[in-house]
């Protein structure tokens, strides 16, 4: 059974930094489409970061606005890994953070699998 599983939330202030992991067990990771979501307390989920299968070649990663320039988006295919690297946190960004995957590497617009997800406090 394929499982995502997400480490690295925590509480920290405003400004600092996080990453966050997600380890899949999936055979083909490299593959795999990649994306991490997060949802606020009353809020729908929304989309923050994805990455595409490493055999598509161009731009291959993607950002929500909100994130663009302060968190950054890596795989290491070797660990089965996807990271999140979130710098210069604000209180907005707190949310439980969830990761995703999809067999379908070429594209972000959809993910079959996701994580239980991870909380992440950002204090003013």
């Known amino acids: 059974q394929v499982q995502l599983v997400e480490s690295g939330g925590g509480l920290v202030q405003a400004g600092g930094s996080l990453r966050l992991s997600c380890a899949a067990s999936v055979r083909t990771f490299s593959s795999y489409a990649l994306g991490w979501f997060r949802q606020a307390p009353g809020k729908e989920r929304e989309f923050v970061a994805g990455v595409r299968g490493i055999v598509w070649l161009g731009d291959s990663t993607r950002y929500a606005d909100s994130v663009k320039g302060r968190f950054t988006i890596s795989r290491d295919n070797a660990k089965n890994t996807v990271y999140l690297h979130m710098n210069a946190l604000k209180p907005d960004d707190t949310a439980v953070y969830y990761c995703?995957?999809?067999?379908?590497?070429?594209?972000?617009?959809?993910?079959?699998?996701w994580g239980q997800g991870t909380q992440v406090t950002v204090s003013s």
């Open positions: 995703a995957a999809d067999p379908n590497g070429r594209q972000l617009a959809q993910f079959q699998l």
